[in-house]
């Protein structure tokens, strides 16, 4: 079993940056690991994934050019920078993580998810 743990949230204004951890613990070999939102009232999305050693990464269209994903496997965290922060991306943020996944950006393919971390940009 995997426990993973976001951390970073938080408010900031339009234009800010943030930074989102996630610590793995457990059995920690993940294949995949991504980040997903939910705003209020709407789905959860798909934000961003990357491949075990970082050499596939995936951005949903909303916010490629400025966030960043990245792994660290020796510590066991996945890392979201998050410039250019619009009042749209507010929401809760969820780290997930899987293996044998064939679609990146598909909330049912992932196994293990965080609690999520409130990220807030205001106007």
């Known amino acids: 079993q995997v426990q993973l743990v976001e951390s970073g949230g938080g408010l900031v204004q339009a234009g800010g940056s943030l930074r989102l951890s996630c610590a793995a613990s457990?059995?920690?070999?993940?294949?995949?690991m991504a980040w997903f939102r939910q705003a209020p009232g709407q789905e959860r999305e798909f934000v961003a994934a990357?491949?075990?050693?970082?050499?596939?990464?995936l951005y949903a269209d909303s916010v490629k050019g400025r966030f960043t994903i990245s792994r660290d496997n020796a510590e066991n965290t996945v890392a979201l920078q998050m410039n250019g922060l619009k009042p749209e991306d507010t929401a809760v943020y969820y780290c997930?993580?899987?293996?044998?996944?064939?679609?990146?950006?598909?909330?049912?393919?992932?196994?293990?998810w965080g609690q999520g971390t409130q990220v807030t940009v205001s106007s």
């Open positions: 997930a993580g899987g293996r044998g996944i064939r679609d990146y950006s598909t909330e049912s393919e992932y196994d293990y």
């Open positions: 457990g059995r920690t070999f993940t294949s995949i």
């Open positions: 990357s491949s075990w050693r970082g050499g596939t990464t």
